[in-house]
């Protein structure tokens, strides 16, 4: 049975390259691919796809937000995501949002495509160093780690930098974060404090 995959990444290069790799390994068809978030959820919807690759730092849709969507409709297909974020948070929201497989962008065409035919098969898989993370986190997080707000303690250094007028760009070199990682992050607190943007979420930081 030949898998039929859609990519979702907004970068041109990277999408075009993945999307002949696995055009090119042994039974995967590349039916389709989207640059962003919202483009990827009504594609899904079709049903015609068995795997959605997916991207975590998107623009008008973070990846983790067109996971959870994807992964809610009946007949979902397995959600694999392939980005560069490796950090525990980042990992832990992907699986919650109902990811089946996390490989960072490092790895080989045919590790990836490897990693398409596991999740297809209804399996899950973890990219290097991303299983410890996985185990490390099966548990949620103690009463201690997350406040009334449901921001954990990352998040909430996010928020005090994003609260001093931080760009994201000074976020990720303040925390040692990548620029993706820090989108990602901001991308959940918004969600958590039921904001619209930045100014609202630095407004609510600056009351506490």
Do not use: C, W
Request: charged fraction near 20%; proline fraction near 3%.
């Amino acid at each position: 049975m030949t898998i039929r995959v859609l990519i979702v990444d907004d970068h041109p290069v990277f999408r075009d390259g993945l999307a002949a790799a696995l055009a090119a390994a042994d039974a995967i068809e590349v039916a389709a691919t989207a640059g962003d978030g919202a483009q990827a959820v009504e594609l899904a919807a079709s049903g015609r796809f068995d795997v959605v690759v997916m991207d975590l730092g998107l623009p008008s849709m973070s990846g983790i937000d067109a996971t959870a969507r994807i992964s809610q409709r009946p007949d979902a297909p397995a959600v694999l995501v392939v980005t560069m974020a490796e950090d525990d948070d980042t990992v832990a929201a992907a699986l919650q949002a109902g990811a089946r497989g996390y490989v960072l962008k490092g790895a080989s065409g045919e590790q990836i495509a490897a990693a398409v035919r596991t999740v297809a098969d209804g399996g899950a898989i973890f990219g290097s160093g991303i299983a410890t993370r996985v185990l490390r986190r099966t548990a949620q997080p103690s009463p201690a780690e997350v406040a009334a707000d449901g921001l954990t303690d990352r998040e909430r250094d996010v928020l005090a930098l994003l609260a001093e007028g931080s760009s994201n760009a000074q976020i990720a070199r303040a925390l040692g974060l990548s620029l993706k990682t820090v989108q990602n992050y901001v991308s959940r607190i918004l969600d958590k404090l039921q904001v619209a943007d930045r100014t609202q979420a630095a407004l609510i930081a600056r009351r506490h």
